[in-house]
Structure formats: structure tokens, C-alpha cells
């Protein structure tokens, strides 16, 4: 019997870890003809649009603000005082203030003044401020598309920077405008390496290797998102099949991030030995992480992941298994489905006692309501191997226990996101969760502006706001229910899999019952003595009794006897 985590889970899986992160979240809403490689030089590429009639369609935000009836009142200077008070305000730390000077600002001056730009960035400076981050950065977009100001320019491009690292930014629309428009000349180094980075995504994402490579070389590599472009170039090659390659890259970064760390670690003048006590705490990190409610990015635990996945697929069981202990979890990747593919690993490493017990630390609390189908076949397998029958039968039914009604309503010709199971992992894959975030984001901040109403209600910018965030939503909407369509399809193919994998094994069990035990050479198998039971040492042995602690998940192990004997 094949396992589920073979190539299409592995790399698969590896894949969505970069190409499907904040970047490359899902497909854009249906476009008009791609766009131009983004190089500097190339004419600017169209944003994605919804066809036209579409009742569904993304509606195009346009945070102008309203303007006076009669356009003839407008004047370059119009809004002079008022701009000059909101950016008082800012000063102050009055944000509420200085957003409601700086929309008055911008109905009284023309469009194209250079002042109404610096309007709408003081109002995106003030909204950020006020915790409103997607208004803020439809304001940071507008001043971006404009460029007519270049120092407003690139303090727009660092607004849209900072939100993109906390995740709460649009990624389509940055990638698909702003950055395969914007000239880089003027831009302050880490502002570029942010643009480089994106551009270089953008153009991947198409197709456009030389383009992309072009960008990528010009990221500062020991930036941020210099030590990014090392994961990108790895799952690029990972998905033209050259996984050698991809593993060189990832082993150069890590040991390039090992160096950069001693670096610093001299510079700052700690001692190697405290550090050596350091490095024998990094299973005991590993769990913290697991502990932790909230993980951020990190380079070095990504391309962890990878070079484990990595090497699972290709074969080296053993070192696959080491280098997941050290992942611990990613943002993208929980600790249960991590505990599940290093269960993998063992099972193809023949080490089943190991398997079986991170299998029961899927039981845990933190772990159980994850969508992990296949575990249910892997503890199968497992039982098979060691002639434990009814237990792997019992494994079958526990399948079917949990999934078998969302089974039944798929194949009675539900769609997927219609059956609640599906809907719910579906919303927890890598390349849906940053739609999510956006969606969230947008959901917590039109609560907040309520609150706020009376706080921005003069001068309009809480009638206007309460407009931009409907827009906004309707738009969000749109992009997630497309987003979560592809991943629900997803969702519904790996668990029809897992359930032909249970009707399988249900199968090969049944058979297995009258099968003669004899090993290799034809003679009869004996049962080898069982494992005794020391009265002390390191190793801990105890009767489970359902109770689990965090810190001993990724260690755990089950004795079983073998009875494949006659």
C-alpha cells in the first residue's frame, strides 16, 4: 500500500510554503491578458480586473474622499490649512484629529496638487495609527500609484512594507500594481529589498525566471527578504523536480544563517560556551514553539522545514526525521501536521514504535481538531504490520467515525465548502490563510470604527471610512470565496483519498487474517522476547492513560508486541 505523504504531500506541501505564503496567497480575480515582466523599464502592467456583469465581481475601491458638487472649487492650495493641522495633529499623537483634517484637507483640494497627495498620506499615516490597517493602506496604494511626490513615495512604500510584515495587506493588488509600476532609483535600500523581493514573486508567479532572477540579485542578502530569496530559488526547483539542486540551495542558506549568527553572536560579545548551553536547548525550543499561540516567519525554521521534506522525499528517512525535531512548527504548518509527517518518516524509516507514538500526540488537545485523515491509515498500517488486527480494523472505523458523514454528503454530490469538515480545514490551508487574515482584519476594524463614530465624525471621515471599508469588504469577499473554492476542492480530493486508502487497508487486513506467518526464508516465525522493563534509567515507561503534556508530544513512543507468529 502507498502512503498518502509521498511526492503530492511532501513537496507538495513544501511548495505551499512559499509559492502559496503572504506573496502568492491565491489566484487573483479573473484578470485581463497577463501582465509584462515587472522590470523598471517594461510599461505598466493592468491590474486585475472582474469581468464586467459579474453580480460576484471585486468592486474597485477608490479612496478619493468625496468631493464638493461643483469641481470648480477645488484649488491647488485649498486644503493648505487644514493639511498643515492634521500634520500638527500626527505630531501630537492625535490621530483621530488629524484624520478628520486631512479628509477636509482632501475635498478642498484638486487631485492632481501635490498637496492632495500629502493628504492622503497623512490620512494613511493616521488610520495605521488608529489601527485601521486596511483603510491606511488603500491611502498608501493611492500615494504609491501616484508617485508624484518622491519622498512621500517611499514613506508610502515602507507603510505598505510594515503592513505586509504583520500580514494584514492585500498581496494581489500590491503585486499586480504598485510594485511592477514603481521606480526604485529614489528608494531607501530596505524599502527596496522589499519591492526587489515582491517583484521578483510577481514575475515567478508568471513564468518570468530571468526577470525574477534579475530582481532577486538585487536584494541585500543579508536582509530580511535577502534570506528569502534562498527559499524561493529552492522551491522553484523543487517544482521544475530537482530536488538535489533545491537541496543544495537550502543547505547553503542554512549554513550561510549558521555563520551569520556566529557573526553576530562576536559582535556582541557572548561567549561561545553560554552559547554552546544554548544550542543543546533547541528540542526544548522546538516545543516552546509548539506551546506558543502565535509563530512568526522565520527564514531559517522555513528552510528547516524544506530540507526535511526534502529529504524525506528522497529516501534519507533518518535525516528527515532530525531535521523536523527541529522545526517545531511554522505559521503555515501546525505542530500536529508536522508530528503526522515525521510519523511518515519513522513508518518509512521501519521504526513503528516511534510512529505509533506521535500518533497518540495527535490525541492531544492542541492537536485533535486539526484535519489530519491519513493518520487514522498510517495507525492501520501500522497495527497490520505488528498482526494486530482488530486494532488496525478499529483504526478503519475511527475513520469513519470522524469523516464518514462528510464522505457520504460529498459523494451524494455536495459541493465541497457545503460540508463543514471541508469548509473548516480548507480555511487553514497555507494558500488561503492570508486571505483569511485580510478578512479578519477587515472584520475587527469595521467593529472597531464603530466605536469610533464619534470620535470621526466631523468633517465626514467616518461616513467616508464606513463607505471604503463596505468596498473593501465586498472585495475581500470576492477574492475568498475564490480562494476558498480551489481550496476546498483540495480538501475534498485528499480526504476521498484517505478514504479509498481505509477501504484498502480494511481490505488487506481481512486477507492478512488467513495468511501464514513465516519469515523471509519460508520458515516459521517465533515471537522474540518482549521488551523488559528497566527499574531505571533515563527513559520513563508508563501506561497511558489519556493525559498528555506538551513537552513530551514530539518524544513519545508505544510499545507493541509483535504477533505475527505462529
Not at 464586467?52 to 490649512?81: F, Y
Not at 500580514?167 to 499586480?176: H, S
Not at 487574515?437 to 475587527?444: E, N, S, W
Request: hydrophobic share 40%; glycine share 6%.
Amino acid at each position: 500500500m502507498r502512503s498518502i505523504f509521498t511526492k503530492t504531500g511532501a513537496l507538495g506541501a513544501l511548495t505551499c510554503l512559499l509559492l502559496a505564503s503572504p506573496a502568492l496567497a491565491a489566484d487573483p480575480p479573473p484578470a485581463a491578458p497577463a501582465p509584462a515582466p515587472a522590470d523598471p523599464a517594461a510599461s505598466p502592467a493592468p491590474a486585475a480586473q472582474a469581468p464586467a456583469g459579474d453580480p460576484g465581481a471585486a468592486p474597485a475601491a477608490a479612496p478619493g474622499g468625496e468631493q464638493p458638487a461643483n469641481p470648480d472649487e477645488l484649488t491647488e492650495e485649498g486644503g493648505a490649512a487644514e493639511l498643515s493641522l492634521a500634520n500638527e495633529a500626527i505630531f501630537l499623537k492625535d490621530f483621530a484629529k488629524a484624520a478628520r483634517l486631512a479628509h477636509v484637507a482632501m475635498k478642498k483640494t484638486k487631485p492632481s496638487a501635490e498637496k492632495y497627495e500629502s493628504a492622503q498620506f497623512a490620512l494613511a499615516q493616521s488610520l495605521e495609527k488608529l489601527g485601521l490597517g486596511q483603510g491606511a493602506a488603500e491611502y498608501y496604494f493611492a500615494v504609491a500609484e501616484q508617485r508624484q511626490n518622491p519622498a512621500l513615495l517611499s514613506r508610502a512604500l515602507a507603510g505598505l512594507a510594515r503592513l505586509s510584515r504583520r500580514g494584514e495587506l492585500d498581496e494581489d493588488k500590491l503585486l499586480r500594481g504598485v510594485l511592477v509600476e514603481a521606480e526604485l532609483s529614489n528608494i531607501p535600500a530596505r524599502v527596496a529589498d522589499f519591492l526587489h523581493y515582491y517583484r521578483g514573486l510577481a514575475n515567478l508567479r508568471q513564468g518570468y525566471r530571468k526577470w525574477s532572477k534579475k530582481d532577486f540579485a538585487l536584494v541585500r542578502p543579508n536582509s530580511y527578504y535577502g534570506r528569502r530569496v534562498a527559499l524561493a530559488e529552492a522551491v522553484t526547483l523543487v517544482k521544475e523536480d530537482k530536488v538535489d539542486e533545491a537541496l543544495d540551495v537550502i543547505d547553503n542558506f542554512l549554513e550561510g544563517e549558521e555563520k551569520r549568527k556566529e557573526k553576530l553572536r562576536a559582535e556582541r560579545g557572548i561567549l561561545a560556551k553560554a552559547q554552546e548551553a544554548s544550542d543543546s536547548k533547541t528540542s526544548a525550543d522546538s516545543k516552546k514553539r509548539a506551546r506558543t499561540t502565535r509563530v512568526k516567519a522565520d527564514p531559517v525554521v522555513d528552510a528547516s522545514l524544506i530540507r526535511a521534506r526534502l529529504l524525506y522525499e528522497k529516501g534519507e528517512f533518518e535525516d528527515a526525521i532530525a531535521q523536523y525535531v527541529q522545526v517545531g512548527r511554522t505559521p503555515e504548518a501546525p505542530a500536529g501536521e508536522l508530528l503526522l509527517e515525521r510519523a511518515w518518516a519513522h513508518f518509512r524509516d521501519l521504526s513503528y514504535h516511534d510512529a505509533m507514538g506521535l500518533l497518540y500526540s495527535l490525541g492531544a488537545p492542541s492537536n485533535r481538531e486539526l484535519f489530519l485523515p491519513d493518520q487514522y491509515v498510517l495507525r492501520g498500517l501500522i497495527y497490520q504490520r505488528f498482526c494486530h488486527f482488530r486494532a488496525a480494523k478499529a483504526s478503519v472505523a475511527d475513520f469513519r467515525a470522524r469523516y464518514g458523514e462528510s464522505i457520504a454528503t460529498l459523494r451524494n454530490g455536495a459541493k465541497p465548502l457545503e460540508v463543514p469538515v471541508i469548509a473548516k480545514a480548507a480555511a487553514e490551508l497555507p494558500d488561503v490563510a492570508p486571505v483569511v487574515r485580510v478578512a479578519r482584519a477587515l472584520d475587527t476594524e469595521q467593529k472597531r470604527l464603530v466605536t469610533m463614530a464619534d470620535a470621526l465624525q466631523e468633517g465626514g471621515i467616518g461616513e467616508h471610512l464606513t463607505h471604503v471599508y463596505q468596498v473593501l469588504s465586498e472585495r475581500s469577499a470576492y477574492s475568498l470565496q475564490r480562494t476558498m473554492e480551489d481550496a476546498g476542492n483540495k480538501i475534498a480530493d485528499r480526504l476521498l483519498e484517505a478514504d479509498e486508502q481505509a477501504n484498502l487497508l480494511e481490505y488487506e487486513v481481512g486477507v492478512s487474517i488467513f495468511r501464514p506467518i513465516r519469515d523471509a526464508t519460508g520458515k516459521i516465525r517465533v515471537r522474540a522476547a518482549a521488551e523488559e522493563v528497566p527499574g531505571g534509567g533515563p527513559r520513563l515507561y508508563y501506561h497511558f492513560d489519556g493525559e498528555f503534556w506538551s513537552d513530551e508530544l514530539p518524544d513519545m513512543r508505544f510499545l507493541i508486541q509483535d504477533r505475527c507468529v505462529e
